[in-house]
């Protein structure tokens, strides 16, 4: 499927701030699976952009604008060509981390003996295999915890539900889910970690579009996603950006602004399919 993306984030102040730092991960990476057509990032001001690669292997885009700033307005857009290939991750330069690091505990994805109860349940329902484990997994957040849509703090910025907070109201935005489905798969042993990125649907809502799963290491095959908001694995209309240990290390955007001055932000996410 070929896809053409725009995502705009705009944060307009109450008052002129003197200097705004942004850091983004809004460009996705070629890899076999995934064929990156075109991307470009557009960016109001005057500044100078650093691109650099994390140590997960994720596009990063660093920048400051000086002020006196009424808006700082950023555009990443650009066409991406995706594979179906039932969510198994094929020929990700990525992998330049030691899988036992992504059995590591975050404050969003803790190992408490709540979700250690719902992960044993998902291995009683299962075969028992990784695999099988992983997707009955998934089918138990989706059938147990309501989705529901991507909250502010995660479409500009940091969320960091912890899991068993998500288990305790059983609902949850799409990294929440994802938190969740992480916790549980390390604490079968499984390493696991957080991926952000786009999804085409034929109704998306203006952030409809932002889309947040999980990756799980599978002998034999490889990473593979599970989407449990969604109850499915990638297809060929999602397009990745980015990996973590949770949404913290992968967020589309982070921001810090001199002064403290208040804004409102706003994000508006289209994917059309071409």
């Known amino acids: 499927m070929r896809l053409r993306i725009r995502h705009d984030i705009v944060a307009r102040y109450d008052e002129p701030v003197m200097l705004a730092s942004r850091s983004l991960h809004l460009c996705p990476r070629t890899f076999d699976g995934q064929y990156v057509r075109g991307w470009h990032l557009d960016i109001t001001g005057d500044c100078r952009q650093a691109r650099t690669s994390d140590a997960f292997g994720n596009i990063v885009h660093d920048f400051a604008v000086e002020g006196p700033l009424d808006e700082v307005a950023i555009a990443a857009e650009g066409e991406v060509e995706v594979d179906d290939t039932t969510g198994v991750l094929q020929g990700a330069p990525l992998d330049r981390i030691p899988p036992a690091v992504f059995l590591r505990e975050t404050r969003a994805t803790s190992r408490t003996s709540t979700v ?6 998902a291995k009683t329902l299962s075969d028992g295999e990784p695999l099988d484990l992983c997707h009955t997994l998934m089918h138990l957040i989706y059938e147990e915890v309501e989705a529901l849509t991507a909250d502010p703090t995660e479409l500009c910025g940091v969320r960091e539900v912890a899991a068993d907070t998500v288990l305790a109201e059983a609902r949850g935005t799409p990294a929440d889910l994802a938190h969740l489905f992480i916790a549980a ?4 042993s499984l390493p696991a970690r957080f991926v952000s990125g786009y999804v085409w649907q034929e109704d998306a809502t203006a952030t409809g579009a932002l889309a947040s799963w999980a990756e799980a290491l599978i002998p034999g095959l490889g990473w593979v996603g599970f989407d449990a908001g969604n109850d499915t694995c990638p297809t060929d209309a999602y397009v990745r ?8 290390g992968a967020a589309w955007i982070r921001m810090a602004d001199r002064g403290g001055v208040s804004a409102s932000v ?3 996410v289209a994917a059309d399919r071409l």
Do not use: C, H, I, N
């Open 241 to 248: 950006v980015a990996s973590a240990l949770d949404q913290s």
């Open 116 to 121: 250690m109860s719902f992960a044993d349940k």
């Open 185 to 188: 798969a390390r604490g079968l």
């Open 266 to 268: 706003t994000v508006t």
